[in-house]
């Protein structure tokens, strides 16, 4: 049986979705058989940060609706059938049937596969905490900014309260020469504050902007912000992979 991680945050543009898909990408280069679920209903982007936004034809809206099959919808990442993706939808939705359904389909999901890589989109939202309820781990994605801080208090009670201890952070877009000038809070504070353990800590990279116009993971891109999915990746598996927080601007 599979384990389903998701990817979660207090608000928008902090990178859950780039996240939870260059997290996917590393699962995958680690040899494992994953599928991604873009659940951040109303915001559909794994298809775009992945380039396969050509081949999408139904997304998870139509599955949970019950007008298309699974299958139907699933989209291949690469060659072969051991990387998948379950589209997202630009439609939000929010009904019991839904919550349920979603439920139901991650479960069949962790039957089929090693690893079950959700999009949960905010939290709380439409259907983030029916996900996080049944997630094995929870990342929590923050930016170290003053918004993001404040934004990220009430998820953090409301994560506390449904599902203590599965939850990690990764930091993201932290930005050491903003962080040297005091523009930007220490990424060290934003963490202890958090009360997380730290998964990850992904430096601003315009690698990772530009792979997201592109259509292409970074996992294999050499770059210190680049690194760290996989490094964050491979902590999830168990490994003692020691966090880095200085790197190059
Ligand atoms: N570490 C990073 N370095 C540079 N750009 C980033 C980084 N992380 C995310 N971004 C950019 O920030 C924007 C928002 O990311 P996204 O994953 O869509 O956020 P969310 O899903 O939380 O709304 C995207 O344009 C993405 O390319
Ligand atoms: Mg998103």
Redesign the pocket.
Known sequence: MGEIISVT?G???????????NLAAAMHTLGKRVILVDA?AG?A?ADQ?LGVRDRVVYSILDVLEGSCTIMKALVRVGEGDTFLLLPGSQVRVESALIKDRIAKLLRLFRDKFDAVIV?A??CPGALSEEILMMSYRIVF?MTPDALCVRSSGKALRRLRDIKPDTTSLIL???RIDLVKSGVMPMPEKVIQDSGLPLLGA????????A???KGVHVVNVKSV?CREFLNSARRLEGEDIPVVLKGKP
Request: glycine share 14%; hydrophobic share 45%; no cysteine.
């Open positions: 945050a608000k928008g543009g902090v990178g859950k979705s780039v996240i939870a898909a951040d915001n982007a940060i999009d989109g905010n994605v993201n877009q932290i992904i430096l601003y990279d315009d690698e990772i902007l792979s997201v116009q912000g």
